[in-house]
């Protein structure tokens, strides 16, 4: 049964049918009462299933001239009232499914019913009856036999022109055809070698469970980050979409990905259920959808088990290493693992503050379950970025990196979160170039989406002065997190110490624009301009510094006023003073430097070696030592920290 416009009047599923020429809905024969605004809304999911519905679709054919109507309680008022005449669940839905943020989705096989054929209608037209006797002795026999060959024939040509369609697919003939006899499931399969993992919705009932709703995306988003065929959004970029309306195409071409997975995540006590679709982002064309429940103890399974399930539906290549990686999955302890998640969500804040919430909290997690190697790395890798923003004494936080490094190493040396911390201690800390190479590769093999590992690796390598590979490493970083402040700043430093101050500048400015209210690239800004001696600019951006980092405005006011006093002696000075005050050696040799004194240069330089100060680092490549380079004492401290030649 069609309309005019040849669509289907008459579906089927389950034990429902749907009239849509009389607006009836009818299970297993009797008329179920539904009609108006739900109805429609049945029709629009019917007519597309599978497919995303939206809500502003919806509200666009029932209200396309209403502009005082409270559009999403009516809407949600519509859905409940189909739901209860389909004796559906919200929360474990047969037929219609929530799609957070966007709309709905007609689940399960739908058939369109076509009427009896019509005995009027016949296949070809048949000669008209002859109207001659038969001849004596005959019996209609040769008038029959004409007629079977006559129609013998035609449909001899109706198989050819039919074969003639299938073979040119005509108007989809084939595809078609293929779909309805199981031997095509829907449209081929697009080739999908990039996904991004959006924001799972919370479902809990609970805000105090966001924490919980973000740590299983970003699970999720690190199992499918071990599979190296596949380049996975990392967190910080997916996250700059949690509460978003946007459509998923427009989405997916801010990420450029081919696909994006969406969902939810219900908690209730020590069960979770996590609810993923997968979606062709360009088409915005269902793929695939399931459900899965376990205890929070096994959620690393659930998470392995949803991740290997989205990598066979789009068809990504997955070596034997990567699968045994996603299969080899522990169970923790309850508590341990949301304590866990407690602290990433503060680590991934990026501020001394949430660092030492998240620092307490792995802590905490390790007392609850000692042997889970994850939490360690987390102690290893938070207390080495206190360090480094000059937020924890060394003496304090280098022996518990250590510590909690020896202790993860022991229980998983092949976590990659594992790797990177090693990594990071042998190149800030213990000056080991040949290990923090050697490790930063291991952790990017293990996890090639790893993007904090993969921008620290670009650092590593333009130290070394090995300027080509580090901005290859850094422009992966942001393809891989486009919206992180950290990986832009990464590549605009890291196009800086390779000698391409124009991209260095453009890309710092760009990331400025991430987030406005982040200080970091202004930051970065200032130290170019000071390199560059574009002074102005420096103060400008130093400027924006204070307002946004809540510096002390003396500060800005003191070097301006030197600036303004003495030019660039004047503009140094005062910095040496400022570093003097702070105690800074590395700082204090540095101005020195600029100042044009090598032996005060040195002499600070020496003290910073004696007191291991991660700046050291930058030794090599740093532009800001070139006045001081030659000098033999240079020369001999970069040999002692066996820098490469």
Same mark, same amino acid.
């Given at each position: 049964?069609?309309?005019?416009?040849?669509?289907?009047?008459?579906?089927?599923?389950?034990?429902?049918?749907?009239?849509?020429?009389?607006?009836?809905?009818?299970?297993?024969?009797?008329?179920?009462?539904?009609?108006?605004?739900?109805?429609?809304?049945?029709?629009?999911?019917?007519?597309?299933?599978?497919?995303?519905?939206?809500?502003?679709?919806?509200?666009?054919?029932?209200?396309?001239?209403?502009?005082?109507?409270?559009?999403?309680?009516?809407?949600?008022?519509?859905?409940?009232?189909?739901?209860?005449?389909?004796?559906?669940?919200?929360?474990?839905?047969?037929?219609?499914?929530?799609?957070?943020?966007?709309?709905?989705?007609?689940?399960?096989?739908?058939?369109?019913?076509?009427?009896?054929?019509?005995?009027?209608?016949?296949?070809?037209?048949?000669?008209?009856?002859?109207?001659?006797?038969?001849?004596?002795?005959?019996?209609?026999?040769?008038?029959?036999?004409?007629?079977?060959?006559?129609?013998?024939?035609?449909?001899?040509?109706?198989?050819?022109?039919?074969?003639?369609?299938?073979?040119?697919?005509?108007?989809?003939?084939?595809?078609?055809?293929?779909?309805?006899?199981?031997?095509?499931?829907?449209?081929?399969?697009?080739?999908?070698?990039?996904?991004?993992?959006?924001?799972?919705?919370?479902?809990?009932?609970?805000?105090?469970?966001?924490?919980?709703?973000?740590?299983?995306?970003?699970?999720?988003?690190?199992?499918?980050?071990?599979?190296?065929?596949?380049?996975?959004?990392?967190?910080?970029?997916?996250?700059?979409?949690?509460?978003?309306?946007?459509?998923?195409?427009?989405?997916?071409?801010?990420?450029?990905?081919?696909?994006?997975?969406?969902?939810?995540?219900?908690?209730?006590?020590?069960?979770?259920?996590?609810?993923?679709?997968?979606?062709?982002?360009?088409?915005?064309?269902?793929?695939?959808?399931?459900?899965?429940?376990?205890?929070?103890?096994?959620?690393?399974?659930?998470?392995?088990?949803?991740?290997?399930?989205?990598?066979?539906?789009?068809?990504?290549?997955?070596?034997?290493?990567?699968?045994?990686?996603?299969?080899?999955?522990?169970?923790?302890?309850?508590?341990?693992?949301?304590?866990?998640?407690?602290?990433?969500?503060?680590?991934?804040?990026?501020?001394?503050?949430?660092?030492?919430?998240?620092?307490?909290?792995?802590?905490?997690?390790?007392?609850?379950?000692?042997?889970?190697?994850?939490?360690?790395?987390?102690?290893?890798?938070?207390?080495?970025?206190?360090?480094?923003?000059?937020?924890?004494?060394?003496?304090?936080?280098?022996? @518990? !990196? &250590? *510590? +909690?490094?020896?202790? #993860?190493?022991?229980?998983?040396?092949? $976590? =990659?979160?594992?790797?990177? %911390?090693?990594?990071?201690?042998?190149?800030?800390?213990?000056?080991?170039?040949?290990?923090?190479?050697?490790?930063?590769?291991?952790?990017?093999?293990?996890?090639?989406?790893?993007?904090?590992?993969?921008?620290?690796?670009?650092?590593?390598?333009?130290?070394?002065? @090995? !300027? &080509? *590979? +580090?901005?290859?490493? #850094?422009?992966?970083?942001?393809?891989? $997190? =486009?919206?992180?402040?950290? %990986?832009?700043?990464?590549?605009?430093?890291?196009?800086?110490?390779?000698?391409?101050?124009?991209?260095?500048?453009?890309?710092?400015?760009?990331?400025?624009?991430?987030?406005?209210?982040?200080?970091?690239?202004?930051?970065?800004?200032?130290?170019?301009?000071?390199?560059?001696?574009?002074? +102005?600019?420096?103060? #400008?951006?130093?400027?924006?510094?204070?307002?946004?980092?809540?510096?002390?405005?003396?500060?800005?006011?003191?070097?301006?006023?030197?600036?303004?006093?003495?030019?660039?002696?004047?503009?140094?000075?005062?910095?040496?003073?400022?570093?003097?005050?702070?105690?800074?050696?590395?700082?204090?040799?540095?101005?020195?430097?600029?100042?044009?004194?090598?032996?005060?240069?040195?002499?600070?330089?020496?003290?910073?070696?004696?007191?291991?100060?991660?700046?050291?680092?930058?030794?090599?490549?740093?532009?800001?030592?070139?006045?001081?380079?030659?000098?033999?004492?240079?020369?001999?401290?970069?040999?002692?920290?066996?820098?490469?030649?």
């Amino acid at each position: 049964m069609n309309d005019g416009d040849g669509h289907p009047r008459l579906w089927r599923f389950g034990v429902f049918e749907v009239d849509l020429r009389r607006a009836e809905l009818r299970k297993q024969g009797l008329k179920v009462k539904l009609h108006g605004q739900p109805f429609e809304i049945l029709a629009m999911l019917l007519e597309r299933p599978g497919e995303p519905v939206t809500r502003e679709e919806i509200r666009e054919k029932l209200w396309p001239e209403e502009t005082f109507v409270d559009f999403e309680h009516s809407i949600n008022t519509a859905v409940n009232r189909l739901r209860e005449a389909l004796g559906d669940d919200a929360e474990r839905p047969r037929y219609i499914e929530t799609l957070p943020r966007r709309g709905y989705r007609f689940l399960g096989p739908v058939e369109a019913v076509a009427p009896a054929p019509s005995p009027e209608v016949s296949v070809t037209a048949a000669a008209p009856p002859s109207r001659e006797a038969p001849a004596p002795g005959k019996t209609g026999v040769s008038a029959k036999r004409r007629n079977w060959w006559r129609l013998a024939m035609a449909g001899v040509g109706l198989v050819a022109v039919v074969a003639a369609l299938f073979a040119l697919n005509v108007a989809g003939l084939r595809d078609r055809l293929l779909t309805a006899v199981g031997a095509r499931r829907g449209p081929p399969l697009p080739k999908i070698e990039s996904i991004a993992v959006l924001p799972l919705v919370n479902l809990s009932g609970d805000a105090e469970q966001e924490y919980f709703a973000d740590g299983m995306t970003e699970e999720l988003i690190t199992n499918l980050g071990k599979i190296s065929a596949l380049r996975v959004i990392s967190r910080t970029s997916v996250m700059h979409y949690k509460g978003t309306k946007k459509p998923l195409p427009e989405i997916a071409r801010e990420l450029n990905v081919d696909a994006i997975v969406e969902g939810t995540v219900r908690r209730s006590g020590n069960r979770v259920r996590v609810t993923a679709n997968l979606l062709d982002a360009n088409a915005d064309r269902h793929l695939w959808a399931e459900s899965y429940e376990r205890d929070l103890g096994d959620v690393l399974t659930l998470q392995s088990a949803l991740a290997q399930a989205v990598a066979r539906e789009i068809k990504v290549a997955i070596s034997p290493a990567e699968s045994s990686r996603l299969a080899a999955v522990r169970s923790v302890k309850p508590e341990a693992y949301e304590l866990y998640l407690k602290g990433r969500y503060h680590y991934y804040k990026w501020n001394p503050d949430d660092f030492r919430k998240a620092l307490d909290y792995f802590q905490k997690a390790i007392e609850a379950d000692p042997d889970w190697a994850p939490a360690y790395a987390g102690v290893a890798t938070t207390c080495g970025w206190l360090w480094i923003a000059g937020a924890l004494r060394p003496q304090e936080a280098l022996p @518990r !990196f &250590s *510590a +909690a490094l020896k202790t #993860a190493l022991a229980i998983d040396d092949a $976590d =990659p979160e594992v790797r990177y %911390a090693l990594a990071a201690s042998a190149f800030y800390y213990r000056w080991d170039w040949e290990e923090a190479d050697r490790e930063f590769q291991r952790a990017l093999a293990l996890d090639p989406n790893l993007v904090e590992a993969r921008f620290e690796y670009g650092w590593f390598l333009v130290s070394m002065g @090995r !300027f &080509s *590979a +580090a901005v290859g490493e #850094a422009q992966r970083a942001v393809e891989r $997190d =486009p919206l992180s402040v950290s %990986a832009n700043l990464a590549l605009g430093d890291v196009y800086f110490w390779a000698h391409q101050d124009d991209q260095a500048i453009a890309q710092l400015r760009r990331t400025a624009e991430l987030e406005p209210d982040d200080y970091r690239a202004h930051e970065f800004l200032t130290g170019m301009y000071q390199q560059k001696q574009m002074y +102005a600019e420096a103060l #400008a951006e130093l400027q924006k510094v204070v307002a946004l980092h809540g510096a002390p405005p003396e500060k800005l006011a003191g070097l301006q006023h030197a600036y303004q006093q003495s030019g660039p002696q004047g503009y140094w000075m005062w910095q040496l003073s400022d570093a003097k005050r702070r105690s800074a050696p590395y700082e204090i040799a540095l101005d020195y430097a600029r100042l044009g004194d090598a032996g005060r240069a040195v002499a600070w330089l020496e003290r910073a070696y004696q007191q291991h100060d991660w700046h050291m680092i930058q030794l090599k490549t740093l532009r800001a030592w070139e006045p001081v380079r030659s000098d033999p004492r240079f020369q001999n401290l970069l040999r002692r920290m066996n820098f490469p030649p």
